[in-house]
């Protein structure tokens, strides 16, 4: 047990460690964005960003578990498999990209703001740039190589800084140029990752094709509804409130963000292993998983909330600082989120991506319902208790629902659980013991 606790925590540090490269230098740019363009410019920036998420997303539910399942699996050959998800990915992204540039040619007329319209036009290549990584980390998530996640990362965020760099020293560093500086640090990691996979190209065949896309309508459906969950509080609150609101709100998101990073990174390692489970051992997985991103995220979470009004004046400064009110509603829903976290992962993981879709539906309804309420009577606070109360709503929902799916199995959750319990009890006790006797 504790070799497979070794195991799973190191596998986790890898994905943690690239997760921060990748985030950290996110981070260090979103501190100089902050600090040198106006709220209003920063709303333009979040509404943007909020935008090509929902689009990118769909993109994304056809590529990250079904790549995964696919690779593993290996239905096809392997470089069949990658040269499949390669047309896939830059085909979306391709797709995409044309239909927003006839969504910018009448953004004007449909109202969106100059600086929203300033941005439209590199929909393309911010796409590129999210694809491309995204496709990088699932096949090295697919192949299990979490060292060579942290490798690519890493180089990634040392050529973007470099970039971003330059263009800080010598003024020219902007909203724009910054999107312009992921696609060329992205075009080169593509070329480093999938350079050889384009001079081996072999495409799979039709049945796989269709296979592959059958099975990601519902986890790319279910990716929207989450994007939509997510980033519904912000355009609502760019419809009641100003774009200074929009600003704040997304600050506060951002550092929620680096909160579920542990989440995040677990859970790249936690679904190839929920994947090769069988059903009888699939309810200790499951509640070892959750409790092990909530462990994971505690410390983050306290330290956030106990000392929020520091952090925001570090990040940014005092016309931040009533996201810190923001900050606290929404660090509950972080301790609450691992649960629906590996829910979403077990129901992709057992080939049931349709439930899962459906629990996403019914968690959007209610979040979109709650910000038209909630919004216009308490503003900011609406949002973020919004948000808070459709996760809790939706993850008890799925708890219940998942607990039938088990017992129709033969299997009873709630003793498992207390079997879990007892087991990660007894081995603490037994490191306790060992670490006492060797201070001794």
């Given at each position: 047990m504790i070799k497979k606790l070794q195991h799973f925590f190191a596998q986790g540090s890898m994905v943690f460690g690239s997760q921060m490269l990748m985030l950290g230098s996110n981070f260090l740019i979103f501190i100089i964005l902050v600090r040198s363009n106006s709220l209003e410019q920063m709303g333009a920036f979040a509404i943007y960003m909020a935008i090509v998420t929902m689009v990118d997303t769909l993109r994304q539910g056809f590529i990250h578990h079904a790549f995964i399942k696919e690779y593993l699996n290996a239905t096809e050959s392997k470089p069949r498999v990658v040269s499949g998800f390669l047309v896939i990915n830059y085909g979306m992204v391709f797709l995409f990209t044309l239909l927003s540039f006839l969504f910018t040619q009448f953004g004007s007329l449909i109202g969106l703001s100059d600086g929203l319209l300033d941005f439209l036009p590199l929909f393309g290549l911010t796409a590129f740039s999210m694809a491309t990584l995204q496709l990088m980390n699932s096949r090295s998530t697919g192949q299990e190589k979490f060292r060579k996640q942290l490798i690519y990362n890493g180089i990634h965020a040392a050529i973007l800084m470099s970039i971003i760099g330059v263009l800080w020293w010598s003024n020219k560093l902007t909203i724009y140029n910054y999107f312009i500086s992921q696609f060329v640090a992205s075009s080169i990691m593509f070329i480093i990752a999938f350079g050889k996979d384009l001079v081996h190209f072999v495409l799979?065949?039709?049945?796989?094709?269709?296979?592959?896309?059958?099975?990601?309508?519902?986890?790319?459906?279910?990716?929207?509804?989450?994007?939509?969950?997510?980033?519904?509080?912000?355009?609502?609150?760019?419809?009641?409130?100003?774009?200074?609101?929009?600003?704040?709100?997304?600050?506060?998101?951002?550092?929620?963000?680096?909160?579920?990073?542990?989440?995040?990174?677990?859970?790249?390692?936690?679904?190839?292993?929920?994947?090769?489970?069988?059903?009888?051992?699939?309810?200790?997985?499951?509640?070892?998983?959750?409790?092990?991103?909530?462990?994971?995220?505690?410390?983050?979470?306290?330290?956030?909330?106990?000392?929020?009004?520091?952090?925001?004046?570090?990040?940014?400064?005092?016309?931040?600082?009533?996201?810190?009110?923001?900050?606290?509603?929404?660090?509950?829903?972080?301790?609450?989120?691992?649960?629906?976290?590996?829910?979403?992962?077990?129901?992709?993981?057992?080939?049931?991506?349709?439930?899962?879709?459906?629990?996403?539906?019914?968690?959007?309804?209610?979040?979109?319902?709650?910000?038209?309420?909630?919004?216009?009577?308490?503003?900011?606070?609406?949002?973020?208790?919004?948000t808070v109360a459709s996760i809790f709503i939706t993850i008890s929902i799925g708890q219940i629902r998942l607990y039938r799916i088990l017992r129709s199995w033969n299997l009873n959750p709630l003793n498992q659980f207390m079997e879990v319990i007892s087991t990660i009890k007894s081995k603490l006790h037994g490191v306790h013991e060992a670490i006492t006797q060797n201070s001794a």
């Open positions: 799979p065949s039709k049945a796989w094709f269709a296979k592959v896309l059958n099975y990601g309508k519902f986890t790319a459906g279910t990716n929207l509804l989450s994007v939509i969950f997510h980033k519904a509080d912000v355009l609502i609150i760019s419809i009641f409130l100003t774009p200074a609101a929009v600003a704040i709100f997304h600050f506060a998101a951002k550092l929620i963000n680096y909160c579920d990073l542990p989440m995040n990174a677990l859970a790249q390692v936690i679904f190839p292993k929920i994947a090769k489970t069988d059903k009888a051992d699939l309810v200790p997985r499951y509640f070892f998983s959750v409790l092990s991103i909530m462990a994971a995220m505690l410390p983050g979470v306290l330290i956030t909330f106990f000392f929020s009004k520091d952090i925001i004046l570090l990040i940014g400064n005092e016309e931040y600082l009533p996201s810190g009110t923001v900050l606290h509603i929404l660090l509950v829903a972080s301790l609450i989120k691992p649960w629906g976290r590996v829910f979403g992962m077990t129901l992709d993981a057992l080939g049931m991506p349709r439930v899962n879709f459906e629990m996403l539906a019914l968690s959007t309804i209610i979040n979109v319902v709650m910000n038209l309420v909630l919004i216009p009577i308490w503003g900011l606070s609406g949002a973020a208790i919004a």
